[in-house]
Each structure stands twice: as structure tokens, then as C-alpha cells.
């Protein structure tokens, strides 16, 4: 096939592109080709949809360019521009008129100030008439509030004219109540007005809602009414609102009424709680619980009427939580303060037998009671922490004596919260009505959980509620985890109750420990039961991960409590805490669990480090527990699923040995590094055979690295000859074995250290040899070395330089 054409040929040029130069040239006429087909077809279309459309001409541009002449796009809306307008004048109105009032209003007389305001306002409010008759609404809107706003300025300036000597909140009641009926009758004439379907504004009538909140108060305030008044008198305001809301359709209004009526519900039942709070007697508290059932009785009503159900259980649920709050009002001033809770928690429970109804209805009542129910447990929650954490000091005191009672037990550090006593009967009586009224499939998994949750909070508390003897207390809560571990191997593993109940006896054998440390035998008896009861648990298989390393943990807090009462020291208090984890390796060995065998291991590893950790300061027997320790995870590395454990087994072996060294004050660095060095090299050896591809910088390199490193820098530093000698022997043993079996480790490791050990040996005589040589002996070898170095590169070159010339031939 011939050559294409391209444009080097056209230059009139002989040069010849090869293959791929005149692919690319293909290809790069064919994307042009491509381009210039799109936008042909592109203004092809353009014209057809302009030739079938001509009574819409278009200027002829090109696709994807800028129209000329395109108007921007508008960022505002015509209504909102109207809207904004109106509402600017209004607002600058109202302020001139404000103005005028205040400040000018002095250079008029009686006469002329009620012409001018009285004028002014009637125009202003006969304004929109004409404007809704237009279909100005807007506008109508707009000049409304204005006139709404003067109705104002006008009730100001009578009192400063005509009224000045009238009480102020007698005015103030009198202006705000005729203002609201002026308004309301004003919205409504003008929604009657005569013409084609006139539309209402929706500014007058939610305006006089607004002001009709206050007369009442007002008058209330200015007959001399005190707070339980004024309290009743924002009820009934509230309770207006309620019934207006809920029979008002006019959408406007209906929020009003709705925002209202929750701001001053909200307000008058937080103004009741408080006078309940403060009432110091028994009338003081009926007032004020008579309040809150009127109150209750406002929700009652709007339950009844409400059309949507979810405002029904809103309803239902103030409602029912105003008559408690009543109740409890009345009882905090009439029974001890002990009995506040408890009874305030009856008449929450009470309220669970509300069986008929709506379903909105009982909805609301069982909300209500779930958060008494709530209220009450947050209360307890002071003892329960308390009963829990307390115990936590006698880390600071151990085994310093007997407290008098198990309420002292528990506040070492913690003050007892007042009215406690009564927190078991409010836990056990919020788990069993969480128990008996959840019936629903679902919910009823969690609802035996909380109360199993809150039985265990009041087993927890009663010994210190009730101040048990210190040894009762020890029983209860160490009988609490026994129920617990044997309820957690009842049921099945992988429910909720079941792991609660493990988690709970964990945590209270903790507590229970911490408690037992104020006396040697108690710690001693509970320690060995709590490690006796796990190890049952988790014989039993249903709890066993967490049973097990409960058990352990408390295995060798009873090795270390054993050996502190036998008067041991720590190092050897951490020979016998060794139990614990080679317990837990052949314990291990026997599981078929993997979570369990996980968990005991990693137990027994804790235990170990805490065995380490006590032995730390006597090096003798540290070392001795560290062999100990490897020799542990050397049985446990025999397993074929624990082979990693053999690395862990190795290295506690090499820090038993250098502890040892350290012991004995051995400071030859070879005694510390070849103990490191040949089980490197075995390891290595072993993998060699395994593996013939590996790398002897992979199998040798680490462990003769370990050794020759060191003893290269010792030798450096080492004015004795025997060393030097000892290293460079090795170090040329180990080159001729390198060389030998054609290893690179050995050979590049073994040559370097024989030459840094011979360049160290003969620098001194080296050192001799310059200053006997001339000055001029230096520079010159240099320049030897440079030379050579310059005639091998140019070598270099040239023989690339022939092969190059070669393959052009070739080519």
C-alpha cells in the first residue's frame, strides 16, 4: 500500500515517517475529521427546528456560543418585590406616626392632636375597604397594619391627654381588651364586605388573638390578684386559645391560637409547679395541685376535640402528667420526705390501668407513666452510683479494718444521698411493672432486660439503704452474682438477658472484691468464690468467654491476696501469680471454642505481666519469671494454630537470659547478643531447608547481625588485642563459609567486619607509614585513583559506544 501523504511531503521533504509516525498522523486527521462532522450536524439540526418554526426567528449563531441580547435572569419574584415594598412603607409609617406622636405632639392642643389622630386613623383603616373592592390585597394588607398600629399611638396618647391620672394597669387592661375587640371586629367586617368574593387579610384577627392574651392578666394583676391568680388567670387565657384552635378553620388564626395556647399553657403549669415546689403547707399545696388538675383538665379537653391523633397523645400526656405533678405536690408537704418518691411513683404507675379509650388516648397514658417510671429511676440513680463506686476507696486502705455498717462500707470517700432509703422499693417496683405491662413481642426482650437491670440496681443498694452488717452485705451482693452467673448458664448464650445478666455479675464480682478489701479474710473468702462461681459458669458452657477470664482475673487477684497475707514479698508473690497463666495455656489447650480460648489466653497473658510487673524489682527472680513465662509460651506454641506464640517463647527466653546477665553484672556484649545469635541462625538453618529460593539476608542476616555489630563497636573501643583477634577470626571463618556455599550474607557481613578489624588493628602503623612518606606521596596516589577511575569510564564508553554502532548495522 503506498505511503500517506502528510505534511512533510507536502514541504517537499524526503525524509521518509516511519510506520508509527504515520499512524499518529492518521489518527490526528481523523479526530479533526470527527469534530468538524459534529458541528456540521449540529447547525444542520439547528436550521431544520429554525425552518419548521418560523414565526420565531433567531439570529444565526453557532451552537454553544453566547446568545447575544439574552436578558439576565431575574433574582427576585414580582410578588416578593411587592411584598418587600408594602412591608417598608408600612414599617416607615408606623415610625412617623411614632414620631409624631412622641416627639411633636406637644405643638398641638387638646382639640387638634384628637383631630389629627383620629382623622389619620380612620383613613387609614377605611383604606383598605377600597383596596380589597380594587383586588389590592396586598397593598389592603399592608395599610391594615398601619391602621392596627395607629389604633395603638391613639390609646397612648388618650392616656397621656385625657387619662393620665388612671392607674396604669387598670389602663393597660382596658386599652388592650377594647383593642382586641376593635381589631377582631375589624377583620371580620372586613371579610363581610359586599363585592365578588372579597378575601380576608390575615393580619387583623390573629392580632387581636395576640392582644387578647393579655386582658385577663392585666385585670387580674390590677384587682390585686397574687400568683395563684394571675397562674389561674394564664390557665383559662390558655385554655381560650385551646378552644379557638381547635374550632376556628382560618389558617392564620389557628396558628396563632396554637402558639399561643402553648406559650401560655407552658407557662401557667411551670408557674403552677413552682408554687407547688414552694408551698410549705398543706393549703399552699392544694392550691397549687388545684392548678395543675385545671391544667390537666384544659389537656383533658383538647384530647377530647383534637382531630389528629398524634395532638391527642400529646394532650393525653400533659394531661396526665399535671395530675401527678398535682398529687405529688400534695404529698410532699403531707408524708415524710422518704415516701415523696414512692408516692409520686405510685400514681405514675397507677395510670398503667387505663385499659379503654382511644389508642391515642392510652398511648398518651402509658407515655406518661414511662416517664414518672423514668423520673423515679434518675433518682436513684445518686445510691446506685454511690452502692457501685463507692467500694473503689478501699483500694487506698486495704485490709484497714471492719466498717461499722455497710453503708459506711460505701462511703469511705462518697456521701450517702439523702431519702435513699426508699431506692430499692422504687427500683423493684419500676421492674415489675416493666415486667407485667410490656406485652408486645418486640419490646418484650428488652423489657425483661430492664428489669432484670433494675433488680440487680436495687440488690445493689438495699445493703447500704438498710445499713445490713458489713458481712450481710458481702453475702447479698456476692449471692447477687451467684443468681446472676446461674440465670446467664440458663439461657441461651446469644440473648439479650443472658448477656446482660453476665455482664451484671461481672461487674458486681467487682464491686464485691472492692468491698471485700477493707478486712484479709473476707478478701481471701470472696476472692475464692467469685473465681469458684465463674469456674462453674463457664464449666456450664453458656457464659463461658466471659465467665472464664472472670474466673482467671479473680485467680490471680487471689494469688496475689494469698501471698501478701502469707507476709511474701512482691517477687515472690509473682511466682505464685504464675499460676494463673499456665492455668489458662492448658486450659486453652482443651477448649473447642475459639472466642473462649481467645479469651482465656489473653487473661492469662495479663496475669503474666502482672507477674512480671511484681517481680520487676529484683532481677534474680525476675529472670526467673521471665523463663517461666517463655517456657509457658513455648507449650502453648506447640499447638499447630499458636506457632506465632514460639517467637514470643524466644524472646522471653533472650530477656531471661540478658536479665540474668544484667544480675550478675556481666557487661561482655557477646554474652547478651549470642544467646540472641544462634537461635537466629537455627531459625535460619530451618527455613534454608524449607524454603531453598529464600534469602540469606533473610535467614542469616538478623542473627549475625545482632552479634557482629555489637562487637565490631566494643572492638573498636577495646585497647586489648584479644578481642580484635577473636572478632577477626570469626569474621574470616565466616567469609570462607560464605564464600564456600556462595551465601552474600555471611560473605558481605564477614568481609566488612574483617576489614573494619584489620583497618583498626594496622591504623597505627598506617599512621607511621604517613608521616615517614613525603608530602607530595598523598596527592599523587590520589591522582593515580582518579586517572584509573577516568581511563575504566572511558572504557565504558566506548565499548557502549561499539555495541551501538553494531546493532545500527543490524538494523
Known amino acids: ?187 371580620t367586617a372586613l371579610t363581610a364586605l359586599p363585592g365578588p368574593a372579597p378575601l380576608p387579610l390575615r393580619l387583623p384577627r390573629p392580632a387581636a388573638l395576640a392582644v387578647a392574651q393579655l386582658p385577663l392578666l392585666l385585670w387580674t394583676v390590677a384587682f390585686g390578684g397574687g400568683p395563684f391568680t394571675v397562674t389561674a388567670a394564664v390557665l383559662l387565657t390558655a385554655a381560650f386559645d385551646a378552644a379557638l384552635a381547635l374550632r376556628i378553620s382560618e389558617r392564620p388564626v389557628r396558628l396563632v391560637a396554637v402558639v399561643c395556647a402553648s406559650a401560655t399553657g407552658g407557662w401557667g403549669v411551670l408557674s403552677a409547679g413552682l408554687l407547688s415546689l414552694a408551698a410549705s403547707g398543706p393549703s399552699a399545696a392544694v392550691r397549687a395541685g388545684a392548678l395543675l388538675l385545671l391544667a390537666a383538665a384544659i389537656a383533658a379537653g383538647v384530647a377530647r376535640m383534637a382531630p389528629r391523633a398524634d395532638l391527642v397523645t400529646g394532650a393525653t400526656v400533659a ?124 419490646w418484650r426482650p428488652r423489657a425483661h432486660t430492664a428489669a432484670l437491670t433494675l433488680t440487680w440496681a436495687a440488690a445493689l443498694v438495699v445493703p447500704a439503704a438498710l445499713r445490713l452488717p458489713y458481712v450481710a452485705a458481702l453475702a447479698v451482693q456476692g449471692l447477687t452474682v451467684l443468681a446472676l452467673a446461674a440465670l446467664a448458664s440458663a439461657l441461651p448464650a446469644t440473648g439479650l438477658v443472658a448477656r446482660t445478666a453476665t455482664g451484671l455479675a461481672v461487674l458486681t464480682s467487682v464491686g464485691v472484691a472492692l468491698l471485700a478489701l477493707a478486712g484479709e479474710t473476707a478478701t481471701l473468702a470472696v476472692l475464692a468464690g467469685l473465681a469458684c462461681v465463674f469456674a462453674a459458669a463457664a464449666w456450664r458452657g453458656s457464659p463461658a468467654p466471659v465467665a472464664a477470664a472472670a474466673a482467671l482475673g479473680h485467680a490471680a487477684a487471689l494469688a496475689c491476696a494469698a501471698g501478701a497475707s502469707a507476709g511474701w514479698r512482691p517477687e515472690h508473690i509473682a511466682l505464685l501469680v504464675l499460676l494463673v497463666p499456665a492455668v489458662a495455656a492448658l486450659v486453652a489447650a482443651r477448649l473447642d471454642d475459639t472466642v473462649t480460648t481467645a479469651t482465656v489466653e489473653i487473661t492469662g497473658a495479663v496475669a503474666a505481666v502482672v507477674a512480671v510487673g511484681l517481680a520487676a524489682g529484683d532481677p534474680p527472680v525476675l529472670a526467673l519469671v521471665l523463663s517461666l513465662c517463655a517456657v509457658i509460651a513455648a507449650g502453648t ?52 531447608r524449607r524454603d531453598p529460593q529464600a534469602s540469606s539476608w533473610t535467614a542469616y542476616g538478623p542473627g549475625l547481625g545482632v552479634t557482629l555489630l555489637p562487637s565490631l563497636v566494643t572492638a573498636w573501643s577495646d585497647p586489648e588485642w584479644i578481642r580484635p583477634l577473636l572478632l577477626g577470626a570469626a569474621a574470616l571463618l565466616l567469609t570462607l563459609v560464605g564464600a564456600r556455599h556462595r551465601l552474600r550474607a555471611p560473605l558481605v557481613l564477614g568481609g566488612a567486619v574483617l576489614a573494619l578489624v584489620s583497618l583498626h588493628e594496622l591504623a ?42 553494531v546493532l545500527a548495522r543490524m538494523n
Not at 387609614?124 to 395603638?152: D, K, Y
Not at 598506617?766 to 593515580?784: E, F, H, I, K, S
Open 1 to 187: 500500500m503506498p505511503p500517506f501523504v502528510t505534511p512533510t511531503t507536502l514541504l517537499g521533504m524526503t525524509h521518509s515517517p516511519s510506520l508509527a509516525q504515520e499512524l499518529w498522523f492518521l489518527d490526528n486527521e481523523l479526530r479533526q475529521l470527527d469534530a468538524r462532522r459534529a458541528q456540521l450536524l449540529t447547525r444542520r439540526a439547528w436550521l431544520v427546528a429554525a425552518l419548521q418554526q418560523p414565526a420565531r426567528p433567531a439570529p444565526p449563531v453557532w451552537p454553544n456560543g453566547p446568545a447575544p441580547g439574552a436578558s439576565p435572569r431575574p433574582e427576585a419574584s414580582a410578588p416578593g418585590v411587592q411584598n418587600l415594598l408594602l412591608l417598608l412603607g408600612g414599617v416607615l409609617l408606623t415610625i412617623a406616626a411614632m414620631v409624631f406622636t412622641l416627639v411633636s405632639w406637644g405643638h398641638l392642643g387638646i382639640a387638634g392632636r384628637s383631630l389629627v389622630l383620629g382623622a389619620v386613623t380612620l383613613a387609614v383603616l377605611g383604606a383598605p375597604v377600597a383596596l380589597l373592592r380594587r383586588g389590592l390585597r396586598s397593598t389592603a394588607e399592608s395599610v391594615a397594619g398601619l391602621g392596627l398600629a395607629l389604633t395603638v399611638l391613639d390609646a397612648y396618647a388618650l392616656h397621656e391627654t385625657v387619662f393620665s391620672a388612671a392607674d396604669g394597669t387598670t389602663y393597660a387592661a382596658a386599652a388592650s381588651t377594647a383593642l382586641a375587640a376593635v381589631w377582631a371586629a375589624y377583620g
Open 319 to 442: 394531661g396526665a402528667l399535671c395530675v401527678v405533678a398535682a398529687l405529688g405536690g400534695v404529698l410532699r408537704v403531707s408524708v415524710p420526705g422518704i415516701w415523696v418518691v414512692p408516692g409520686c411513683l405510685a400514681c405514675g404507675i397507677a395510670l398503667t390501668a387505663v385499659r379503654r379509650g382511644p389508642e391515642a388516648v392510652r398511648r398518651g397514658v402509658a407515655l406518661a407513666s414511662a416517664a414518672v417510671q423514668a423520673v423515679a429511676v434518675l433518682w436513684s440513680a445518686a445510691a446506685v452510683l454511690v452502692a457501685l463506686l463507692g467500694p473503689a476507696a478501699w483500694l487506698r486502705h486495704v485490709w484497714s479494718g471492719v466498717p461499722a455498717d455497710a453503708r459506711a462500707a460505701v462511703t469511705a470517700d462518697i456521701p450517702w444521698p439523702p431519702y435513699a432509703v426508699t431506692v430499692p422499693l422504687v427500683l423493684i417496683a419500676v421492674a415489675a411493672t416493666v415486667w407485667a405491662t410490656v406485652r408486645d413481642a418486640k
Open 637 to 688: 506454641a506447640v499447638r499447630p494454630e499458636r506457632r506465632d506464640v514460639g517467637y514470643a517463647a524466644v524472646a522471653l527466653f533472650v530477656l531471661a537470659a540478658w536479665v540474668r546477665l544484667v544480675a550478675w553484672r556481666v557487661g561482655v556484649p557477646e554474652a547478651y547478643t549470642l544467646p540472641v545469635t544462634v537461635p537466629a541462625l537455627l531459625v535460619g538453618v530451618l527455613r534454608r
Open 764 to 805: 597505627p602503623y598506617l599512621l607511621q607509614v604517613t608521616d615517614a612518606l613525603p608530602r607530595w606521596v598523598p596527592p599523587a596516589l590520589a591522582g593515580l585513583l582518579l586517572l584509573a577511575l577516568g581511563a575504566t569510564y572511558e572504557q565504558r564508553l566506548r565499548d557502549v559506544r561499539r555495541v551501538r554502532e
